[in-house]
């Protein structure tokens, strides 16, 4: 009785483990699946130069690529910052700017996907955002700072193009916490720097 007992443990033991697993890559077979769509819809947009959902029932649907060309880091960003989205992809957040206008873009993510690698940006890294229509802005990183949720100290009416980037801190924590990793950039951060460089060789 008692080596049946244990038997029957070990299997209901080894079927949950498979439960588990088939759960686990059944989400890592959807994250690959939906980003070949958000793929394929953003490529969709840039050519027509409408919104196009990447599954019918979205209620989002990608408005921009951002990309990191040092750490080859890249994701597709979605509209709003609703929970669908933000379990999809980065989102744009409403009221902030459209990349390349005046004020500040800002896009938010979770830490441990598609914004992983913000701990690995330094001053100076380009960003690079892709919107809809085609149109393709750089922006060089200038600082990152740790801050509260209610606090984030993003202004979205600042002077010249800006971009904020957003996720939970830290990093490589487990549980949902009250601080906010916040990466800020500037378009004309570099272009200055280029130009004082090219009046010092003049000079």
Known sequence: MRRRTLSTGAAILAAL????????LW???????AQVLLERAFSESVATGRPVKPWSWADTWPVARISVPRLRASAIALAGGSGQALAFGPGHLDRSAEP???GTAVYAAHRD???AFLGNLRPGDEIRV?????LVFSYWVTDSQVVDWDKPNID??????NLALATC???????HGPKRLVVHANMEVNQ????TALTAQVN
């Open 17 to 24: 483990g498979l439960i588990v697993m088939s759960q686990g």
């Open 27 to 33: 989400i890592k077979a959807k994250a690959i699946v």
């Open 100 to 102: 390349g206008e005046a």
């Open 113 to 115: 996907t598609h914004f």
């Open 130 to 134: 892709a919107r809809g229509d085609g």
């Open 156 to 161: 979205l009416d600042a002077p010249g193009p």
């Open 169 to 175: 801190w830290p990093l490589d924590a487990k549980m």
């Open 192 to 195: 200055k720097a280029v130009r």
